[in-house]
């Protein structure tokens, strides 16, 4: 079986018991967590990397490390990935199920880049717009990239909006070259 089958069949069971005990935000906030620790810390990385380490060792060290931080439904979950020795594909399957999970709740993530913070209410009515437009709850993080000059580039899943000033002056210039 494939590394994506494996990690979409666990993060599929993992979302259904979470919707099973209506546990689907601890749930997804352990995922976040364990995923960010995974990706930022090398020990905890080299933790489900390494296949030497046995099985009891790392389902000790999961124990201390995660016992008084995570739900017991997802460090239930983590020692089955253990103990069925699947615990090189966890990053997978974290993302798979986060995936999953907005799905399922009808989240889009968002990226608005500007030139300059935008405030509150600006972010508030971009966020109402978004989602009135996708029929989904959004997820609206942002970027200050002062090389737009102004405007905005706003980024939803595969979709982009282009409102930058510095996009407007790339296309007159390539406008006046082309003549």
Same mark, same amino acid.
């Given at each position: 079986?494939?590394?994506?089958?494996?990690?979409?069949?666990?993060?599929?069971?993992?979302?259904?018991l979470?919707?099973?005990?209506?546990i689907?935000?601890?749930?997804?906030?352990?995922?976040?967590?364990?995923?960010?620790?995974?990706?930022?810390t090398p020990?905890?990385?080299?933790?489900?990397?390494i296949?030497?380490?046995?099985?009891?060792?790392?389902?000790?060290?999961?124990?201390?490390?995660?016992?008084?931080?995570?739900n017991p439904?997802?460090? =239930?979950?983590?020692a &089955?990935?253990?103990?069925?020795?699947?615990? #090189?594909?966890l990053p997978? %399957? $974290?993302? !798979?199920?986060?995936?999953?999970?907005?799905?399922?709740?009808?989240?889009?993530?968002?990226?608005?880049?500007?030139a300059?913070?935008?405030?509150?209410?600006?972010?508030?009515?971009?966020?109402?717009?978004i989602?009135?437009?996708?029929? =989904?709850?959004?997820? &609206?993080?942002?970027k200050?990239?002062?090389? #737009?000059i102004?405007?905005? %580039? $706003?980024k !939803?899943?595969?979709?982009?909006?282009?409102?930058?000033?510095?996009?407007?002056?790339?296309?007159?210039?390539?406008e006046l070259?082309?003549?």
């Open positions: 079986m494939n590394e994506s089958k494996i990690s979409a069949r666990y993060a599929k069971a993992l979302l259904l979470g919707k099973e005990q209506n689907q935000e601890e749930i997804r906030a352990d995922v976040e967590s364990l995923s960010e620790l995974i990706n930022k020990e905890v990385r080299k933790l489900f990397e296949p030497n380490i046995r099985t009891s060792l790392k389902l000790e060290i999961i124990n201390k490390l995660f016992k008084d931080a995570f439904v997802m460090l =239930s979950f983590l &089955l990935v253990v103990k069925n020795n699947r615990e #090189l594909f997978s %399957i $974290l993302r !798979i199920y986060i995936d999953l999970f907005k799905k399922d709740n009808k989240i889009k993530s968002a990226v608005l880049t500007t300059r913070p935008v405030n509150r209410e600006i972010r508030s009515i971009i966020k109402d717009y989602s009135k437009e996708f029929d =989904s709850n959004i997820e &609206l993080s942002e200050v990239d002062d090389r #737009l102004g405007g905005f %580039i $706003l !939803i899943e595969d979709q982009q909006i282009n409102a930058s000033v510095s996009n407007h002056l790339d296309r007159i210039q390539k070259l082309s003549v």
